[in-house]
């Protein structure tokens, strides 16, 4: 039975969306292509209608997961951005978190368009958290977006490593809430200057 352009694009979408959640849980190394189409309750062999391949897959998925990022920190202030972020909530759901936290140290070793994906991925995260007031000046935009660079590795550096501890382990909520305190008294530090 063949199914309409509207469908087809339905399901590239929903097996996009899928595969964002799968690979941020398991990493893209841990999810199959049969287990992924199965996941999103479409055949295997369909895969290959929607993608040339499992690298242009996980350059469309980083791209969702972004979106996703972005749309979660729109609107929110820096303090509530870094609360949340560096929250046991966050920690606890990569599938629903920061592709940038999941997937980081597995894009290093993907193809070229994986890596851009990231790499614009990065920037619209960076453009968000600028927030509307931009400063004014080469300069003072250089040092601004420099000092967004540091906070977000250090964040997503703070995630990447309580993960990396066992889920019950001090040692996980300790990195949260050293970071997440160094971060807001920075941020405090800053806004007083």
Do not use: W
Not at 16 to 30: C, I, K, M, N, Q
Not at 57 to 66: P, R
Not at 111 to 126: D, H, S, T, Y
Not at 135 to 143: D, F, N, Q, V
């Amino acid at each position: 039975m063949k199914i309409t352009k509207a469908q087809s694009q339905a399901n590239r979408a929903h097996i996009v969306e899928t595969a964002s959640t799968l690979f941020r849980e398991r990493g893209y190394d841990g999810v199959g292509v049969a287990d992924l189409m199965g996941a999103a309750g479409l055949t295997h062999g369909g895969f290959y209608k929607h993608f040339q391949s499992k690298a242009d897959l996980m350059a469309e998925a980083a791209m969702c997961g972004f979106s996703e990022t972005v749309a979660k920190t729109e609107g929110a202030d820096a303090a509530a951005f870094i609360e949340q972020y560096l929250s046991r909530e966050h920690r606890d759901a990569p599938g629903s978190g920061c592709t940038m936290a999941a997937l980081s140290g597995d894009a290093s070793r993907q193809p070229e368009r994986v890596k851009e994906a990231f790499a614009a991925g990065i920037e619209r995260l960076l453009e968000t958290l600028e927030g509307e007031e931009k400063p004014k000046g080469a300069t003072a935009r250089r040092i601004a977006r420099a000092k967004r660079l540091d906070a977000f590795a250090q964040v997503v550096g703070a995630i990447v490593l309580s993960r990396a501890c066992p889920d019950d382990s001090a040692l996980a909520d300790e990195i949260l809430d050293a970071c997440r305190s160094a971060a807001l008294s920075r941020m405090s530090s800053s806004n007083k200057a």
